[in-house]
């Protein structure tokens, strides 16, 4: 092997969740129902927010946004993991894993800067309200999505490059059911402690700058949130964000779970099954926390439920 960026290999097999034969069948048509929620969920999310003139307003237009990477993102993951269950040997190409890899991570670092974003929306809105019209411009909503979609390329790149230029000399079997970065590390046979460093260090940045963020924007807001004399009013501040922070829990919290840890403490088979939570049960899950906790959203689901039904 004369380069360190090129490679004997082709072609992956993604393992997948099990070699069970018995057990594919029922998970396929889990995985599936999972994913229609996901796509009925999030695309009517997006549905709603884009016709309804009174949700044009940044919270929203952040929220339709999320939906959006939502979708996205476990369209990614879930159709090549379904075709695990039904295909005798479930390959990818070496270029269409480096693709999957590349929109994995793109979409997992623009969702934690979309969270960190929203999380600066609720802190004008409730320690601003007189500013928020102003603070929160178009503008503003316009150059923080740029920002989020440009932190999402930057750490897609960094991942990517981090693993293109590895060299995988024969065994191309991947201990997953997508390309994921750690997997991929250890099937290569050029890894080393320089590039643990890198995934660590960029997964540090992607999930430490936004929780920072959010820390500081929701110490503000329970700051605000104390000095309201009324219990009402207090109530109506918090539950402005109580949609918000159970995504950011789940989120967060799954993902730094599975990267934040020594590959000792978390196996790679146990790995790959916790990280079913933050690629496919927390997408599925922003649009219905969103919706049932939302009274905007859900008046206007009604609204729109009631005109159907009429026609």
Do not use: W
């Amino acid at each position: 092997m004369a380069a360190g960026n090129t490679s004997s290999v082709t072609e992956f097999i993604l393992a997948g969740l099990t070699d069970q034969p018995a057990l594919r069948m029922p998970l396929f048509f889990l995985f599936l129902g999972f994913y229609v929620v996901t796509v009925v969920g999030n695309l009517g999310l997006i549905t709603l927010i884009g016709l309804n003139s009174h949700l044009h307003i940044p919270m929203y237009f952040f929220l339709f946004n999320l939906s959006f990477i939502d979708l996205s993102f476990s369209t990614t993951i879930i159709p090549k993991m379904l075709m695990s269950f039904v295909s005798k040997k479930n390959t990818i190409s070496y270029a269409g894993c480096m693709t999957q890899l590349f929109f994995f991570c793109f979409f997992v670092f623009s969702e934690s800067f979309i969270l960190s974003a929203m999380a600066y929306d609720r802190y004008v809105a409730i320690c601003k309200p007189l500013l928020y019209t102003v603070t929160m411009s178009p503008q503003t909503c316009l150059f923080l999505l740029l920002g989020v979609y440009a932190m999402g390329v930057l750490g897609a790149l960094a991942h990517t490059g981090n693993i293109v230029f590895l060299t995988f000399c024969a065994d191309n079997l991947v201990n997953h059911y997508m390309c994921d970065i750690l997997p991929l590390l250890e099937l290569s046979c050029t890894s080393s402690y320089i590039n643990l460093l890198v995934v660590f260090v960029v997964v540090t940045i992607g999930i430490g700058v936004p929780i920072v963020a959010i820390f500081i924007s929701y110490g503000f807001i329970l700051s605000s949130i104390f000095h309201i004399s009324s219990i009402e009013g207090r109530s109506k501040a918090f539950s402005t964000c109580s949609s918000h922070i159970i995504a950011v829990s789940l989120f967060f919290g799954s993902g730094a779970f599975m990267y934040l840890k020594p590959p000792s403490i978390l196996p790679l088979d146990q790995g790959k099954v916790s990280s079913l939570f933050y690629t496919i049960v927390v997408p599925m899950l922003n649009p219905l926390i969103y919706s049932l906790r939302n009274k905007d959203v859900k008046f206007v689901m009604k609204k729109t439920l009631g005109r159907i039904t009429f026609i």
